[in-house]
């Protein structure tokens, strides 16, 4: 079930997907992983309160799959939950340091908690595994901006080269410190 519904959804058939997951869950009870997708794909379509709820129920299921998590902190930082999303990215942080996409997502949600420190910390350590990266240099910036460290996203805006001119809202807030 859970293969043909990814094919589904790979195909653009996300009403397909959504249907296949639903009946698989009726004769066999909860199970996590169709639990998770259909979360997500719910959430695609715009059930983002029932998508969120199949995605926890998922994670209460499955505690360490880190693919369930990450996804239940993506749903939650979406919805603006904020310090939910820290805690289920700080469970799976602890047991994957040196995983990106948490590092990433901690950043955006200390950020939106107005944590500056926990904010800077965690998107440095992004750019440490990913370097190269100018979504986390752009988000770096944001936050330095946020937090009115304007010399420090200046800094960041110079070093993303020609990857600025392809980010319209980082250009634009360049230009704007340069006219500062």
Same mark, same amino acid.
């Not at 926990?118 to 910390?121: F, I, L, N, P, T």
């Given at each position: 079930a859970i293969q043909s519904a990814e094919e589904s959804h790979a195909g653009g058939n996300l009403n397909r997907a959504i249907d296949i997951l639903r009946n698989a869950l009726a =004769?066999?009870?909860r199970h996590p992983l169709v639990l998770h997708l259909l979360g997500g794909f719910e959430d695609q379509k715009g059930l983002t309160v029932s998508g969120l709820a199949l995605v926890k129920e998922a994670a209460q299921m499955a505690p360490r799959d880190h693919r369930v998590? %990450?996804?239940y902190a993506r749903q939650l %930082?979406? /919805?603006?939950?904020?310090? *939910?999303?820290?805690?289920? %990215? &700080?469970?799976?942080?602890?047991k994957a340091k040196q995983a =990106?996409?948490?590092?990433?997502m901690l950043g955006l949600a200390h950020t939106n908690l107005d944590q500056e420190q &926990?904010?800077?910390?965690a998107l440095n350590?992004? %750019?440490?595994i990913q370097p190269a990266d100018s979504n986390g240099r752009a988000l770096l910036s944001k936050v330095y901006l946020h937090f009115?460290? =304007? *010399?420090?996203a200046l800094s960041l805006y110079t070093s993303m080269g020609d990857e600025l001119s392809k980010k319209p809202d980082c250009y634009l807030n360049y230009v704007r410190? /340069?006219?500062q």
């Open positions: =004769p066999s009870g998590l %990450l996804n %930082l979406r /919805l603006g939950k904020y310090w *939910e999303a820290v805690r289920t %990215l &700080s469970k799976i942080h602890s =990106p996409d948490i590092l990433y &926990s904010a800077v910390d350590k992004y %750019l440490d009115n460290r =304007p *010399e420090k410190l /340069l006219g």
